[in-house]
């Protein structure tokens, strides 16, 4: 079974820094996908990874296969990304695991 | 608009009852899952299904049920609610974007569960 570790596990920072919340896993993987959770809101998808990099506006997310781990960044970070973001990895034939989330406030 | 459907949004109900929590889902995906949340912690897997007649448990012990008797519809049933019970229960469902063949990963927006 794969095992999936994010950190940090709660981060607090100032609007407009540069974020990075990283995602290790223990077994070869297909597809990671990197959630976002407003609180009381639903699961968002943000990104699906299975190579190199993806941007979308602030959000750039990175994966190394090699390595087995993957970074999720924000650049010019606002109150309003404040939310918890949650790793998930699926290997083909097995389901999906789940990362415990990082829970990030952005202060104005 | 939603791709995966879930109903109600809302229930309150009391201990005893039989309950069921409908999903589905628009965009052909074999594997499909029921994730349980309580408010500010990690999701727990319930149960999920890779296909039509196919459904495993996952790893939160639960006395619910659950069927796949067609692509599009994974309904989640307890037959008898207790007050433990109360939380929010999740749907997703991955496959590959019809159009773009790029692996997705969807959530319904959550039937959220009060037993008294």
């Known amino acids: 079974k794969n095992e999936v570790e994010q950190s940090p596990q709660n981060l607090t920072a100032q609007e407009g820094e540069f974020i990075t919340i990283n995602c290790s896993y223990s077994?070869?993987?297909?597809?990671l996908h990197w959630l976002q959770q407003h609180p009381g809101g639903g699961i968002v998808s943000l990104f699906m990874?299975?190579?190199g990099k993806k941007k979308h506006g602030r959000l750039i997310a990175t994966i190394n296969i090699q390595e087995k781990h993957s970074s999720l960044h924000i650049t010019a970070s606002h109150p309003r990304d404040s939310a918890v973001y949650i790793c998930?990895?699926?290997?083909?034939?097995?389901?999906?695991?789940f990362g415990k989330g990082t829970h990030l406030i952005i202060q104005p | 608009e939603a791709d995966i459907y879930q109903t109600p949004r809302y229930l309150v109900i009391g201990t005893g009852k039989k309950i069921t929590l409908e999903c589905s889902q628009t965009?052909?995906?074999?594997?499909m899952y029921w994730y349980q949340q309580d408010p500010g912690m990690e999701l727990h897997l319930i149960h999920y299904?890779?296909?039509?007649?196919?459904?495993e448990k996952g790893d939160l012990s639960s006395e619910s049920t659950v069927s796949r008797i067609r692509t599009e519809h994974f309904p989640l049933t307890l037959e008898s609610a207790r007050p433990s019970h109360t939380s929010q229960y999740l749907c997703?469902?991955?496959?590959?974007?019809?159009?773009?063949?790029?692996?997705?990963?969807?959530f319904g927006a959550g039937s959220r569960l009060t037993v008294l």
């Open positions: 997703a469902s991955n496959g590959l974007d019809r159009y773009s063949g790029a692996n997705v990963l969807t």
């Open positions: 998930a990895v699926g290997g083909g034939a097995d389901g999906l695991t």
């Open positions: 299904s890779y296909g039509v007649n196919s459904t």
């Open positions: 990874l299975s190579s």
């Open positions: 077994v070869g993987i297909s597809a």
């Open positions: 965009m052909g995906h074999d594997k």
